[in-house]
């Protein structure tokens, strides 16, 4: 069965960077775009970054736009999110999540499968 397991998360200042990353088994990686979500306290989960198959399209949420990167390694069966410039608001429960079909957007909806999410706390 499907299986992502995010890491990378952990406490960091303002301004600092981090770099998270979700191992997937369990179906054929490459033939599936895959996005990474965030859960700030006390809000709705959003998606802020997805990725293409073999990763030559990458969108991004406007909040994150310009300081996040999106990108894949489909050899190691990897996704990264690279967290630049990193500010408080950022602080939220992050998720890798690959959809069920073909979808290639950030919808929540039409994403089926999810790692346990991993927390990044900006100070």
């Known amino acids: 069965h499907v299986q992502l397991v995010e890491s990378g998360g952990g406490s960091v200042q303002a301004g600092g960077s981090l770099r998270l990353s979700c191992a997937a088994r369990?179906?054929?990686?490459?033939?599936?775009?895959m996005g990474w979500f965030r859960r700030p306290p006390g809000k709705e989960r959003e998606g802020i970054a997805r990725?293409?198959?073999?990763?030559?399209?990458?969108d991004y949420a406007d909040s994150v736009k310009g300081r996040f990167i999106i990108s894949r390694d489909n050899a190691k069966n990897t996704l990264y999110l690279q967290m630049n410039s990193l500010k408080p608001e950022d602080t939220a429960t992050y998720y890798c999540?690959?959809?069920?079909?073909?979808?290639?957007?950030?919808?929540?909806?039409?994403?089926?499968?999810w790692g346990q999410g991993t927390q990044v706390t900006v100070s």
């Open positions: 999540a690959a959809p069920r079909s073909s979808y290639c957007g950030l919808k929540e909806g039409l994403y089926g499968y």
């Open positions: 369990g179906y054929t990686y490459d033939t599936y775009c």
């Open positions: 990725v293409s198959t073999q990763g030559r399209s990458t």
